[in-house]
């Protein structure tokens, strides 16, 4: 006999799903973390090496890897490790749409 599971179905967002008010913020800063985090376990770094070349301390790389503590993490930020990461962004700035709600920030990586 197979058990039914109920669930929810996801808006596509961890923290909208949860009903946190920044939700579009922190998703798009979650997903500069994860592209970070992923880099240096591509070049296989160490926290300190990491660190390093971030010019920050590995206790700021232990928070990013936590994600408990994304809302301390500026964009400018995140930005600026992932050019000391040889990675190049680009950002595009858009009039809303008229059936949208209000504005939104989305990260492509």
Not at 49 to 75: H, Y
Request: proline share 0%.
């Amino acid at each position: 006999m197979t058990k039914k599971i109920d669930y929810t179905e996801s808006y596509g967002n961890v923290f909208a799903d949860l009903g946190l008010e920044n939700a579009e913020e922190l998703h798009a800063k979650s997903k500069l973390a994860v592209q970070i985090l992923r880099i240096i376990k591509k070049r296989k770094l160490t926290q300190i090496k990491a660190a390093k070349i971030l010019a920050t301390n590995q206790s700021q790389l232990s928070l990013l890897r936590s994600g408990d503590c994304l809302e301390r993490f500026t964009f400018d930020r995140l930005m600026s490790w992932l050019t000391k990461l040889d990675q190049n962004i680009t950002v595009t700035v858009k009039r809303k749409s008229r059936n949208q709600e209000s504005a939104a920030i989305h990260v492509a990586v």
